[in-house]
C-alpha cells in the first residue's frame, strides 16, 4: 500500500458525495493499489470513533480519549452484528441470559446504526451497547489488516479452528476477564463492577488487541498450543502485548500524547507500555499489569515457568529496540536541521518514523517461527535474520542494535554475536539431493510433502518418520517505502516422537505415554533461496555428520527439557482436566495447562483460555484447582 | 475396650458420618456420645445402615436412644443428606450444634447468606435441568443443591423433639452456649468458623476473578436466568445455532463462578471440633481448606489459614486424632504440596498438628470413594499423613493378603498406584473391600 502525505482538506473528510456500491466493489477490488488517503476518501476504510486505549485513560489524559482519526476497511459482505468475512459480533450476556441487539448495517450510507435504524453509532453513543459492539469490532478488523498488509505479514492469515469468521462477544458476562478460545472460536469479554462504575474489557483497545494477538498467533502457530514449555507459553502472551503495544502506537494522536507526557523521553511512556490501565487499576494495586518498561533478563527469571512474568522479558527486549530505533531517528531528525534542513528537529517526526519501521521488524518475523515448541530465541533469530533480508547493508547498525539489545536481556548469548554479525552472503541455497522449483513446492501441501522427503538426508528428517506439511503459505512482505519483499514461501512441517513418562515425578502420570512434536519451518524466496530454516529435532538418528550428530543431540536436549518440564507442571499442580459444561465454564477450576487423551497418549496444552490478570494464583501451583463442595 | 475413647467412622460412600464415644465423660458417669454429621453423595443405603449401627452404640433414656451433641459441620449434602431421611424418629439429642454460616439471622454472615441462596438455587436449577456437567461440577451441583427437608428437621424438628434450641457454633461462642454435661477432663471446643463469617472467609474481593463483591448485594441476577432454561435462550441470527451452544459452553458461567465461591466459604466456615479428653486432642474438621497464605480482611481467606493466625495457641500441638478433611482432598489438609507450601503456613501446620516424631502417638482416618470427582482422595496427601500417623495399612500387602485384585479399586493405575504400597491411613472404601462390609472403620484411642 503506497502513502501519499498529502492532508486531507477538511471540507472533503466527511464527503456529501456518495458512491454507488458498485464503484465502491470497484474499488475494493482495486485497493491494493490505493493509497491510504484515498482509503479514507472513498470510504473503503471507514471511520469509526474508539478509545485510544480506554476509558480510564481517556478520563486521566487530555487528549489521549476517543480517536477521532481511527478507520476500519470497509468490505462488500458487511451486515448486522457487526458481522464481516473474518469476524461475527455476538452480543450474548451468559450472567443475564441476554442477547443485545445488534449493529445495524447502513448499507446505503456504508455506517452503523443503533437499532431505532437511525441513530449513528459514534462517541456521542459510548453508552449504547452497539457502539460497544462496533467499537470491539472496528478495532479487530483493523489490527487484522494490519497483520495482512505487506507492512505486516504480506499474505492472508487463516484461524486455527474449522471456519474463518471469529466470534466476538464484547459484554461476556460478570467477571474480570478477557479471553480467546479456540474450543468456541471466540473472543470473549467480561465486564465488572469497579469503585468507578462497569468496566468493559470490549472498550479497551488494549484488552482487545492482547487477546486479539493470541488468535493470530494461534491461526499462524497452531502447535504452540500444545505446550508445556514455558517460553512457548509466554510468547503467547508477549504476542498480546505486543500487538496492543503497536496498534496503540498506530494512532499519530496518541502518539503526541505519549512524547508530551514523557517529555521525549520514552523509557517514562508508562502510558503507551501500560497495557489494559482500567482493567489493572481496577483490578490491582499495580497501575499496570504488565509493563514494557521493565529491567527483566532471562538470567533474572532462570527457572521461572510461569509465562506472564517471563514474557515480560521478550517485551522489554522489544521495547528496548524501539527506543533504540527512536534515539537514533531523533539523532537523524538533528542531522537533518544541522545539515540545513528547512525543519527543526521534530520527535514526533522521529517516532512517527519509528513506528512503522518497529511494526515491520516484530510483525515480519512471525513467518519465520518454528511450527511448534517455539523459544523467545527462536523469535530474536527470526528478528535479525527478517531485518537482513529488509535491510542487507544496515547502514544504520540496526541489527548492532538489535543484537545489543538481545543479549542484554539474556535472549541471545554473547557468543552468538559473531557469527551473527561477520559479513556473509544474504541469500543461500539450501543444500538438496533432489531440486523441485518453488512454484511446484508452493502449489500445494502434496507438493511441499515431495520436495522434503526427496531430501529426507539433507534435511535432516529421519527416515522412518512420517511427516506432516500443516500449511504452506505464500506472503508478499513489503519495505515500510512500500516496495517489494522478496515472496517467501513457508513451508511447516511435523512429526511427533513418542515417549514414555517413566518415573515417580510424574505423579498420576507416571507410566504414561505422550508425544513430543518436532519440525522446522523452511522459508524460500521465488528463487529458492533459504530465507530461514529453524528446526526442532527430535532423537531419531538423521546420519554420521557431525551436522547429523550435532541434529540428534538437540533432539536429546529437547525431550530432556520437555520431560523435566512435565515433571515440574505436575510437582506444581499446574496440570488438569479442562472442566467444561453445558452450563459453562469455571475459570477458577481452570488449570494453566491441560492434559488431554488422544489416541491412547497424553497431550499437553495450554489451557482453553488466557486470562489478562496474572493474579498471583496463577503461578503459585497452590491447590486452587480443586473445586469445593 | 470400654475405657478407650472410639470414634467410628461409618463407611458411608462419599460423604461424613461420624460416632464419637467418649468413655464415663458424661457427668453422670455414663459415656458421652457425640455425631458428627450424618450425610453421603453416593447411595443414602449408606446412611440408613449407619445409622442402623449407630443405634445400637446408644444408650436407652426415655425410651430413645440418645446422643449427646450432634454436630452438623457445614450445609453440604455429603455431610447432612441424611437429616432429610426418615431415620430420627426414635433418636433424641441432648444438643445440637451446627456451623454460624447456616445460621439465617447471622449478622455476620449477610453476603454469605445471600450467596449461598443464589448459589444453591441456581445448582437446584442445574440438577433440575439435568445439565451436562463435568463430573466434578456435578458433585459441586449435588452437593449445594437446596435440601430444605434436612434444614428443616435440624432446624425445628429434631430440637423440638428433644425440647431444646439448635446452636449456631463459632470459635467465640459464649460459655453458657457450648456448655455441655461433661466431666472435667473431657472438654469440646470450637477452633472454627470466625464469628465475622463475610470479613474472613470472603473478605473484600472474596475470590480474584470475582472482584468486587458489592456484585453479591446488587448484582447477582435471579438465579434461574443464570441457569436459563433451554427455550430460554436467544438466538442470533448471524451464527450457526450449533456454534451458540458451543460457544455458550465455554463461556464462563456466573452461576458456577458463585456457586464454586459459595461452596469455598461453606467448607471453610465447617465447625472445626477440638475434643480434649485425658489430655489427648481430637481434631475433626469437616470439609476446612487451605491456601498458601492468610491475608486478613482483603480476600476469601481458607480456615487452616484462619485459625493458624487466630487460634494457633489451641489449634498447634500434636494431635492423638485427626478426622482427615474432605475425603483426602488435596485442599483439606493443609501441606508441603509444592515447594511454596513447604516454605509457608501449609506445611508448617502440619508439622505443628501432625508431627513425624509423634507418630507414635497419633491416629487418623478418612472417609473415602473415588467416584465422579476422581482426584479425590489424594493419595500422596495420604500416604504422607501415613508417615506421621501409627493407624496406617499398606493396601498393597494387604489385597495381596486377602486375595484381593487392585482392578477393583476405581481409577487405580491413574491415582492409587504410586502410593499403593506406602502406609496410609484407615480408608473407609478400602477397608470396605477388604473387610466385606462390615460399614464403617473404627479408632481407639488409649487415655
Known sequence: MGTTKKKIPPSRKNPERKLTRATMIDLYQARQYLGLDTLKETGLRMPVRVYFKDPAVAADTEGAGIDDEFTTPWEPGLGDGPTSARFAVIDYDATRNVLTPPAIWDARNNRYLAPDRKTVLDENTKELYQYHQLSVWAIVQNTLDFFESGAGLGRRISWAFEGNRLIIVPHAGYGENAYYDRGSKSLQLYWFESEKGTVYTCLSSDIVNHEFGHAVLDGLRPYYFESVGAQTAAFHEFMGDLTALLMAFRNNAFRRVVLKESNGALTNAQLLAGLAREFGEATANAPYLRTALNKHTMQDLAGNLEPHALSEVLTGAMFDILMGVFAKHQKNEVRRAKAGGSKKPSDIRALADTVPRMQMLAIQPLDLLPPCAVTFKDYALAVLRAEQVANPTDPSGYRQLMVDCFIKRGLLEEADRKPLMEPAPVFRRPALDVFHSVESIAASRGGAYRFLDDNRAKLFIPFSTDIDVPEIVRANKRTRDGLPLPQQTIVQYLWREELVLEGGRFGRFAGQRTTMLCGATMVLDQNGNLIHWVRKPGTASVGTSEAALAEQTEGMRRKKELLDTIAARVAAGMIGESIGSELGLLERATPPFTVEHVDGKLRFGLAPHFSLDDHDHNGTGDRQWQISF | ?447
Not at chain 2, 472435667?184 to 470475582?210: C, H, M, N, Q, R
Not at chain 2, 443464570?226 to 435462550?233: E, G, H, I, M, T
Not at chain 2, 509444592?338 to 513425624?356: C, K, M
Open chain 2, 1 to 447: 475396650m470400654a475405657d478407650k475413647l472410639l470414634i467410628r467412622l461409618y463407611d458411608v460412600g462419599l460423604g461424613d458420618s461420624i460416632y464419637c464415644r467418649m468413655p464415663k465423660a458424661h457427668k453422670n458417669g455414663r459415656d458421652f456420645h457425640i455425631l458428627i454429621d450424618c450425610g453421603t453423595l453416593s447411595s443414602t443405603d449408606y446412611l440408613a445402615a449407619a445409622i442402623d449401627n449407630l443405634k445400637t452404640m446408644l444408650p436407652e433414656i426415655d425410651g430413645k436412644r440418645h446422643v449427646d451433641l450432634l454436630v452438623v459441620t457445614h450445609e453440604h449434602k455429603d455431610h447432612m443428606t441424611g437429616f432429610g431421611m426418615d431415620l430420627w424418629d426414635d433418636l433424641s439429642f441432648g444438643a445440637i450444634w451446627m456451623s454460624a454460616a447456616m445460621d439465617l439471622d447471622h449478622p455476620e454472615a449477610k453476603r454469605a447468606k445471600k450467596l449461598h441462596s443464589f448459589a444453591a438455587n441456581a445448582m437446584e436449577q442445574a440438577v433440575r435441568l439435568n445439565l451436562a456437567l463435568s463430573p466434578p461440577l456435578m458433585e459441586l451441583a449435588a452437593a449445594l443443591a437446596l435440601n430444605k427437608t434436612a434444614m428443616k428437621t435440624l432446624r425445628e424438628t429434631l430440637p423440638q423433639a428433644s425440647k431444646i434450641k439448635p446452636v449456631y457454633v463459632h470459635a467465640k461462642s459464649k460459655k453458657a452456649d457450648l456448655a455441655l454435661p461433661l466431666k472435667t477432663d473431657a472438654t469440646v471446643s470450637v477452633l472454627g468458623p470466625e464469628k465475622d463469617i463475610d470479613f474472613y472467609y470472603l473478605g473484600k474481593e472474596g475470590d480474584p476473578a470475582l472482584r468486587r463483591l458489592g456484585f453479591i448485594d446488587t448484582g447477582l441476577p435471579d438465579p434461574l436466568t443464570a441457569v436459563p432454561q433451554p427455550d430460554a435462550v436467544p438466538m442470533p441470527a448471524n451464527i450457526d445455532p450449533a456454534d451458540f451452544r458451543q460457544l455458550r459452553s465455554r463461556m464462563l458461567s456466573t452461576a458456577l463462578a458463585f456457586a464454586d465461591l459459595d461452596g469455598k466459604v461453606c467448607n471453610n466456615t465447617s465447625v472445626v471440633l477440638l475434643i480434649e479428653w485425658k489430655g489427648k486432642r481430637l481434631l475433626f474438621v469437616g470439609d476446612a481448606e487451605w491456601d498458601g497464605a492468610y491475608k486478613e480482611g482483603t480476600k476469601a481467606n481458607c480456615a487452616w489459614n484462619v485459625m493458624w493466625n487466630l487460634r494457633k495457641e489451641k489449634l498447634k500441638g500434636p494431635l492423638a486424632f485427626y478426622k482427615i478433611g474432605h475425603h483426602g482432598s488435596v485442599n483439606a489438609t493443609p501441606w508441603g504440596m509444592t515447594a511454596a507450601a513447604s516454605e509457608g503456613e501449609p506445611l508448617a501446620i502440619l508439622d505443628a498438628i501432625l508431627p513425624v516424631k509423634s507418630k507414635a502417638g497419633a491416629k487418623a482416618t478418612v472417609s473415602t470413594r473415588r467416584g465422579n470427582y476422581e482426584t479425590i482422595p489424594r493419595t500422596d496427601l495420604l500416604a504422607e499423613i501415613g508417615k506421621r500417623v501409627s493407624n496406617t495399612r499398606n493396601y498393597a500387602n494387604a489385597f495381596k493378603k486377602a486375595g484381593k485384585k487392585t482392578s477393583a479399586v476405581p481409577k487405580f493405575s491413574e491415582f492409587e498406584k504410586k502410593s499403593f504400597s506406602q502406609p496410609q491411613p484407615l480408608r473407609t472404601d478400602l477397608e470396605r473391600m477388604l473387610q466385606e462390609s462390615r460399614g464403617f472403620v473404627d479408632v481407639e484411642i488409649e487415655a
